[in-house]
């Protein structure tokens, strides 16, 4: 997949994708963070070439459950890191101690360099990290630009004193504006405008609540689940959105649970399982990972077991016992016990 | 006829007067609080009394001149504010609601104390401490002058005007600051906190600038009451004051610059015209005396009142001057 890129795109990509020259500006930066990440060894908290996110240690227990538990993961800056894994295995968790919302209990992670760890959420996403959440947080009773224009950081008018004076942050607003418009218009909502973002649908919030995160001009962002519950058309767009911002250098963490969204868009894919991060590779490597498919397919968890394995398993504890009750080994007998049974 | 129109001027006059000017100013300022920013200020009232006893303290206790005591009033109003949200706004907004209710109730009867006899004479409360501020007038304060079919003394008609003239200043403030980016910062922590949060704003500090801001709109209010009535007493700022300018912000429409304010003058027309209406009804024989006595009009008032407000709550719950769509919009 790595070796011809356009093959993978799916064919709506070309609607959004007229805003962006896909030659120059387009197709390097992807190259580079795959070609980066192709002698990458596929092991639990390798080191990457150029990581924007290093995470050290870091743990989070509630009670008596551990939450999250990584000793050591890399997020390679420029490329598409997916986040999978089964439910309640840590994922939104890390994205809430990666963004401020929630403090560990140990542990030590580093943007660009800059440890974050004392941080709270508005001085996180101030770096330049800025997240969405799983849960869309749409802004109802304000309006689909004033969503937008919340965004924008530095803005002059947002300090109380400076507020009663408009002269000093008009011009800022016009330029806000501008780009917001920019941004709406490439993902098709400029006509909603000055509709209340609470009148939005599902699916147009998940994209207003992206727009507005771009607003900040981010370096990193993260999203959380960005395609639950959106219908499979607008998935596509919402994907060609995503691959955009890697075209834009930017570095994307996403939270994603339909592995045909993970397997398009990845660069990299983290599997965390029970709060640990129990594999990583480039997307392909994934499926293959005996790890993976043990914790989304659960050999030793709570998936259902199948006939076969079901009649081996109980035969051999069957015979286990018997061993132990009689030096004999009545074997036959158990075994037609069990067809009785059945 | 001629009755019905003397109540209508009454009724004018309670609408267009300080207690209409005090109930305004408290409205406005839980408007900041809790119609721009979403925070639950149940104790409006306690800043209204800080206001109040900072101007009769200061003045009549300790001898200080009439703006001293103003200044009084507004830092004691920032200093409870930031007493109270310190500890609770970074925690749910139950939490403030539950510190201010406490707060107003306990400055209350802190101040009618037996301990605090000595600065706020209890509950005889404290008094004479306006002649500075009468004084300012520009014109003679000793007359009554005959407006619009009632009588106002010359220094009612004092604090009435720099009371109206402090309500559009505070509604100039309003308005310059809810359509600036800080009032839409303000209005997106009231949508959602933690999505401000995520965009680098830090949440806290606006919620105390706007918890700031409507506690010394709620001081200047208490202060305005206190010299319309030219006495302090601590029974003067019971809390259900503060019940009641909310139901006027309701009544007007929150987070709306006027809201408030038409709001306020609408609710003391009508508890004033329902007063007087009822009692001229009464005493010309019209309501039975059997079904409706004079002495039950102070009560029969607030029952109407609540009665307009809940058919005002089915038939138009975003106000007078609110936005159906905004309000329907929390109603999924």
Known sequence: MPADPTAGQPAPHGAH?????????????????RAALRDVPWEVGVAKPDPAIVVDGVTRTFGGLTAVSVDHLEVQRGGITGLIGPNGAGKTTLFNLLTGFDQPNTGSWSFDGRPLGKLAPHQVARLGVVRTFQLTKALSRLTVLQNMLLGAQGQKGESFLRALVPGTWRAQERANTEKAMDLLTRFKLDRKKDDFAGTLSGGQRKLLEMARALMSDPKVVMLDEPMAGVNPALTQSLLGHVKDLREQGMTVVFVEHDMDVVRDISDWVVVMAAGKVIAEGPPESISQNQAVVDAYLGAHHDAPLTVEEEDRVLAEAEAAIAREENADGDVIGSDTRREEDR | MGELIDALAVALKAGLGFQAIFLALL??????????????????IAFAMLGGYGIAISVSKWGLPFWVGVAVGILA??????????????????????????AAEGLRLLFRSVSATPVTNGTRGLSGFNADFVALAP????????????????AELWVTTVGWLLVALSCLLIWLLVRSPWGRV???????????RALGKNVYVYKMQALVLGGVLGALGGMVYALGTASANPDQYQNANTFLAYAA?????????????????????????????????IDNGVIPEDLLSATDVAQIRFVLIGLGLMLLLVFRPQGIFGDRREVMLDAR
């Open chain 2, 249 to 281: 912000l309701i009544l007007g429409g929150a987070a709306r610059v006027l809201g408030p304010v038409v709001g306020s003058m609408l609710m003391f027309f009508i508890i004033q015209f329902a007063d007087t209406g009822l009692r001229t009804l």
């Open chain 2, 27 to 44: 409205a406005i300022g839980i408007n900041v609080q809790f119609g721009y920013t979403g925070l639950l200020n149940f104790g409006q």
């Open chain 2, 186 to 196: 303000v209005k997106s922590i009231r949508e959602d906190e933690d999505a401000v």
């Open chain 2, 77 to 102: 109003a920032v200093v409870l504010a930031l007493l109270l949200g310190l500890p609770t706004l970074r925690l749910r907004a139950d939490y403030l609601a539950i510190a201010t209710i406490a």
């Open chain 2, 139 to 154: 014109w003679d304060t000793a007359r009554r002058y005959p407006i619009l079919g009632t009588q106002w003394s010359g």
């Open chain 1, 17 to 33: 994708a007229a805003s962006l020259d896909p030659a120059a500006a387009g197709r390097a930066p992807r190259l580079l963070a």
